[in-house]
Structure formats: structure tokens, C-alpha cells
């Protein structure tokens, strides 16, 4: 059977070695993951007791509106129910979007390095895709800009982008959406939003009645320590959430993923705990990168892009022999670096003993 002509330009997403195969493999008794941005404090106590008591019936079909966690959310995000719209994860909404207003004959804008999935699926709907370079990490928006023309249907905004780690400024933020056309939609890709200092939040969703062309997607994968559960949201104007609802599926969203999240919701401590547990790692982290001499990008997430004195691939192989699993830079575009999540204090601690003695090498 024959599908798609751009299938061939694609590659089906390649999954790294899983714990139990490295552990065989090096004889190692613990690994320790730092390769997929996920929170090392796992996930909400309260959730944690809504487990113990928790009896699915996997036997009925989940709410296809998620009208119960639609209704909290937007209250707690002081945003209309209509305005929302949910996914297995943002990165299925990311998939809607493509699927909704790409096509062959029309592009998309995006940065590069940024997300992967933005090019990947605007490239299954047949959508030129234009990569315009980051600067240090962040956005070159005046080049974005730049490279919208009337065949541009979509602009792809990471903030804080991924894998750099670097956040966008509001004032740079307000300006672009201001020049962007209003019949482009303006993609706000937040995953990493409750790790952003507060004086850097750039409150998109507020702008959600100022500009009719924006969606803001969020997640509870990351910080909210959900990703096996695979639930997130998008929030834009009415007419943009009808939209997505047509080809979103109807059941799109487990029943089990809908009623956690809402318990997640309800723990704001946890939250809070995790981003100033985050917070003294990063800090330590840097310091001891300083120490080293060895750069890094400016990260406001529960991951930072290092860079090395010499190949990444290099680094991930001396690492993962030692019971670390980091992604290198090479499979990201971004040669000589590494991407680590900031795990737990002690774990870190042992990783910048292994960095230590690599340098020494």
C-alpha cells in the first residue's frame, strides 16, 4: 500500500533504549532519566489518594466534552467553557491544528530548533514549512514576521521553546501579534508554563479577546507529573475551538486522565513545591556549570541545553555507561550540547560528579 507522498520525507518517532535494556546492558542496578522533561517529584499526594479510592468502569465511554474538568479549568484560568478544547496531551491538539488549517499550497512559520511535532505533522498535511533560526535559543520574531506571506496560515510560538529552554519577552510577544496578520493563527506552545518565573509570564491566555488569531496550549505532562496519563488543553476564541472540534476525535481524552487532572488542579502546593524544588537545581546546576566553564542556555522550564567541549552523542555515551540517560544535541540540530531534565538534589549531585570528571578526561 501506498500513503502519502511527504511520508517519505518522515520517519516514524524513534524511541530511546528503556531503562531495563540499559541496565542489562551496562549491569547497572539504577538509571536514572533525564531525557524527556518529566517532573522527578512525580505527581500531586492527592492524586496519589484518589487512586486508593478510585474504581474506573473502563467499560463506558469517557465524557466526549470533558465537561466536568472544561468547567473547573475554566473557572481557575477565568476563561469561557467554549474556549477550551482538550487532547491526549497538547501534542495531539498540535496535531488537530495541522490537521484543521494545513494543506497543500499553504505554509507554515516556525522557529528552528523548536518542536519537532510542528514540522512533523504540517508535513503529513502537505504544508511548506518555513524554519526560520533561533538567536542564542530565542525567537527571531522579526524574521517570523519577515516570512509570512498570503499563502501563511500558521506561525508556530514556543515560549518557553523547547529544547532551549528559553523564554519570550511580552513586550516582543505583544509586538509580534500586533503585526501578524489576523487570518494567521498564532500557535502558543506553553508546555513548560508553571516552571516560568513570574515576572517573565508573559499571560498570554489574557490576550486570548485581544487577538481572535491566538491559541495558548498547555499540559499537565510536565509539571502536574501526568505524562503517562496523556491529557492537555488549548485555549483560543470560540470560533478556532469549533474548529478543532470537528476533527478532534470524540473520545479523545480517557475518562481516568480527565478525573486526575481535575484532582491535580486542586494541588497548587504541589505545583508550588515542585517549581522551588526545580528552581534550587537549576541554580546549583548553573553554578557548577560556571565552575566548569562550560555554557548553557538560559532556561525557565525543568530542563537546560548545555553545551560541551566536544560531541554530545560522545557525552550520552559516557553518560548512559554510568546509569544517565541525557539527550544529545546532535539529534536536536544543535551539535555539541546535551539536553538534561534537572532531577532530584541527589541525583544531580552525582550527574555534576560524572560532568567533573568527563571534563578531567
Known amino acids: 500500500m501506498e500513503g502519502k507522498a511527504a511520508l517519505k520525507q518522515l520517519a516514524p518517532y524513534q524511541q530511546g533504549k528503556q531503562i531495563q535494556e540499559i541496565k542489562q546492558m551496562y549491569n547497572l542496578d539504577r538509571i536514572v532519566k533525564l531525557s524527556s522533561n518529566e517532573n522527578p517529584y512525580g505527581y500531586s499526594d492527592k492524586v496519589k489518594q484518589f487512586l486508593n479510592e478510585y474504581i474506573p468502569s473502563f467499560d463506558i465511554y469517557p465524557d466526549g ?27 495531539e491538539i498540535v496535531q488537530m491544528i495541522c490537521r484543521t488549517f494545513l494543506y497543500e499550497g499553504v505554509n507554515t512559520v516556525m522557529a528552528t530548533p523548536t518542536f519537532p511535532q510542528y514540522k512533523h505533522n504540517a508535513i503529513i498535511e502537505g504544508a511548506e514549512v518555513k524554519e526560520i533560526p533561533t538567536v542564542e535559543g530565542y525567537h ?11 499563502k501563511t496560515n500558521v506561525v508556530w510560538l514556543c515560549s518557553p521553546n523547547n529544547p532551549t529552554g528559553n523564554p519570550m519577552a511580552k513586550q516582543e510577544f505583544i509586538q509580534f501579534m500586533d503585526n501578524c496578520p489576523d487570518n494567521v493563527l498564532v500557535v502558543l506552545d ?25 491559541i495558548v496550549l498547555r499540559t499537565f505532562s510536565k509539571a502536574y507529573g501526568l505524562a503517562g496519563l496523556r491529557i492537555g488543553y488549548g485555549i ?30 486542586e494541588d497548587d502546593d504541589f505545583i508550588q513545591d515542585t517549581k522551588a524544588k526545580n528552581l534550587e537545581v537549576k541554580l546549583s546546576f548553573q553554578q557548577f556549570l560556571h565552575d566548569i566553564d562550560w555554557g548553557y542556555y538560559p532556561s525557565e522550564t525543568n530542563f537546560m541545553l548545555v553545551s560541551t567541549p566536544n560531541s554530545g552523542t560522545e557525552l ?36 555534576q560528579q560524572l560532568l567533573g570528571s568527563y571534563n578531567k578526561s
Open 140 to 150: 527571531d520574531l522579526p524574521a517570523m514576521l519577515a516570512a509570512i506571506d498570503k
Open 236 to 265: 483560543a476564541n470560540e470560533a478556532i475551538v469549533t474548529q478543532l472540534n470537528i476533527v478532534r476525535g470524540p473520545f479523545n481524552t480517557t475518562s481516568i486522565a480527565q478525573q486526575i487532572a481535575l484532582v491535580a488542579l
Open 316 to 351: 550520552f555515551e559516557y553518560l548512559i555507561q554510568h546509569g544517565f540517560i541525557v539527550r544529545p544535541g546532535e539529534l536536536l540540530g544543535i551539535p555539541n550540547t546535551i539536553r538534561l531534565t534537572l532531577g532530584l538534589k541527589e541525583d544531580m549531585e552525582r550527574f
Open 190 to 214: 506553553e508546555a513548560y508554563y508553571e516552571y516560568v518565573d513570574p515576572n517573565k509570564d508573559i499571560q498570554a491566555i489574557n490576550e486570548i479577546n485581544n487577538y481572535q488569531n491566538l
Open 65 to 91: 466534552y470533558t465537561k466536568e474538568l472544561r468547567s473547573v479549568l475554566a473557572a481557575k484560568l477565568n476563561a469561557q467553557e467554549t474556549e477550551l478544547v482538550f487532547g491526549s496531551g497538547s501534542e
